[in-house]
């Protein structure tokens, strides 16, 4: 995955975990991280690019080539 948006390696497992449809919880389960973790990476996520759900975020990823 490209990163064009500053997004931490974390962030980007978080991204790539949600486009297999990972709920946090999962996904939480997934990189050994609690679910309050994975909601403050994808706060930080939404802040980064001014967005504000999950599912902009991987319409971005894909429009913006982090996704493919």
């Known amino acids: ?3 064009k948006n ?7 497992d978080i991204i790539e975990y949600m486009s ?3 709920n946090n ?3 939480a389960k997934k990189l050994f ?3 309050h973790t994975v909601k403050s990476h994808l ?4 802040e980064k690019i001014g967005i504000n759900n999950r599912v902009q975020l991987i319409v971005y ?5 982090i996704l493919k």
């Open 1 to 3: 995955m490209e990163n």
């Open 6 to 12: 500053n997004f931490t390696p974390r962030e980007l």
């Open 20 to 22: 297999q449809g990972l």
């Open 25 to 27: 919880a999962e996904i």
């Open 33 to 35: 991280i609690s679910i």
């Open 43 to 46: 706060e930080s996520m939404y």
């Open 61 to 65: 990823s894909f429009q913006n080539g």
